[in-house]
């Protein structure tokens, strides 16, 4: 079955500490991206990658860092820095940027 | 500022009825248009999609149409059903220099459908 996983689905930490979220996609798409969502705000896009070795800021990426090591996997990891990082979190994957599919989403909660 | 707004938080619509979901833009260059349907901690899924080219897009009970001079589209159920019941979204992209530009979401609506 062709998707995108994220793990864990709920993660909590302790502020101050960085955490890691994991995507992986086995769609073979050359495109990735991390999004945010609060509640009753739209998604807002984190970073996003369209090759391997590469990616770039998007509108919110402060606080934030990503790597893409591999075409399927592309972590982001939330610092210390972030200042509000409870939020709900979504990694996509596309061939273009039309159509993106998205993953089941990881709920953070930092206290 | 907002480059696409879903000015109505939610909507609730009687099944069997239509329900219309409207997104505005602003921005001139956007020239293809998306909606995903959301529900509660889960990711959204891609729905139905127009290019400006177009003025119209039909998939099943889904269609969308798309008003270039009023930078306005909106999205059609027909009929309704209780499991429409979720959030949706919009989203938009410019073509710049040869390339797909990102997804700008709007803030997304909640349908309610009651039985």
Known sequence: ?????????????????????????NLNHDAMYWYRQDP????RLIYYSQIVNDFQ?????????????????FPLTVTSA??????????????????????PGTRLTVT | DQQVKQNS????????RISILNCDYTNSMFDYFLWYKKYPAE???FLISI????????????????????????????PSQPGDSAVYF??????????????IFGKGTKLSVKP
């Open chain 1, 1 to 25: 079955d062709g998707g995108i996983t994220q793990s864990p689905k709920y993660l909590f930490r302790k502020e101050g500490q960085n955490v890691t979220l994991s995507c992986e996609q």
């Open chain 1, 40 to 43: 009753g705000q739209g998604l």
């Open chain 1, 57 to 73: 800021k998007g509108d919110i990426a402060e606080g934030y860092s990503v790597s893409r090591e591999k075409k399927e996997s």
């Open chain 1, 82 to 103: 972030q200042k509000n990082p409870t939020a709900f979190y979504l990694c996509a994957s596309s061939n273009r940027f039309y159509e993106q599919y998205f993953g």
């Open chain 2, 9 to 16: 938080p939610s909507l609730s619509v009687q099944e069997g």
């Open chain 2, 43 to 45: 990711g959204p899924t």
């Open chain 2, 51 to 78: 290019s400006s080219i177009k003025d119209k897009n039909e998939d099943g009970r889904f269609t969308v149409f798309l008003n270039k001079s009023a930078k306005h589209l909106s999205l059609h159920i027909v």
């Open chain 2, 90 to 103: 919009c989203a938009a992209s410019a073509h710049y220099g040869g390339s797909q530009g990102n997804l």
